[in-house]
């Protein structure tokens, strides 16, 4: 399997749920990155993590938790969501080496919150 | 902000045509990059200028640079019906790791 891979696809869960969102990339990167897509809005950065440090945090809510537990493998832990939250969730991942890299996408977690 | 801002919005055009898609940004950058979305899908990454180059090839595509007027574009030849898709520009920062920041993309569709 190649690629950056995401689960699941779609999520639908309510404002008290607990749910995380998995990614997983079999590229060798070391950089790691989650961006929240919603109609309407430009693709909004939300955590880097390189060399599995956080190093951006965009004035992210507490709701949202990020978790890079190796370089592989990228989570984001979801807590009292509100009906804004719902989006495309994507994860990315580049080789952390400088400016200059491609990112590779995932397919996205499209997120719904009733 | 450094975002990107892409122009037109949308762009329908007929298959064989060629469309062209223009990103504006604000600050000075050290690359920028083009994406393009399925519907339903992930970015995928088409191709990449630096700062110090002002046109580049890839395929069907050739995108220029005017870091002067902080401008790029993006031209597809003889579009084909699977080029349907948005179509997003991204300056290319550091912040201790890399940070694209994108634009809202153009919405392309091309009708057969």
């Known amino acids: 399997e190649t690629g950056v891979t995401q689960t699941p696809r779609h999520l639908v869960m309510g404002m008290t749920n607990k749910k995380s969102l998995k990614c997983e990339q079999h590229?060798?990167?070391?950089?790691m990155y989650w961006y929240k897509q919603s109609a309407k809005k430009p693709l909004e950065l939300m955590f880097v993590?390189?060399?599995?440090?956080?190093?951006e945090n965009n004035s992210v809510p507490s709701r949202f938790s990020p978790e890079c537990p190796n370089s592989s493998h990228l989570f984001l832990h979801l807590h009292t969501l509100q009906p804004e939250d719902s989006a495309l969730y994507l994860c990315?991942?580049?080789?952390?080496?400088?400016?200059?890299?491609?990112?590779?996408f995932g397919d996205g977690t499209r997120l719904s919150i009733l | 902000s450094q975002q990107g801002e892409e122009d037109p919005q949308a762009l329908s055009i007929q298959e064989g045509e060629n469309a062209t898609m223009n990103c504006s940004y604000k600050?000075?950058?050290?690359?920028l990059q083009w994406y393009r979305q399925n519907s339903g899908r992930g970015l995928v990454h088409l191709i990449l200028?630096?700062?110090?180059?002002r046109e580049k090839h890839s395929g069907r595509l050739r995108v220029t640079l005017d870091t002067s007027k902080k401008s790029s574009s993006l031209l597809i030849t003889a579009s084909r019906a699977a080029d349907t898709a948005s179509y997003f520009c991204a300056t290319d920062l550091w912040v201790g790791a890399q940070k694209l920041v994108f634009g809202q993309g153009t919405r392309l569709t091309i009708n057969p």
């Open positions: 600050t000075s950058i050290n690359n």
């Open positions: 993590y390189s060399l599995e440090e956080r190093v």
């Open positions: 990315a991942s580049s080789q952390a080496q400088g400016t200059g890299q491609p990112q590779h």
């Open positions: 590229l060798g990167h070391n950089a």
């Open positions: 200028i630096r700062s110090n180059e």
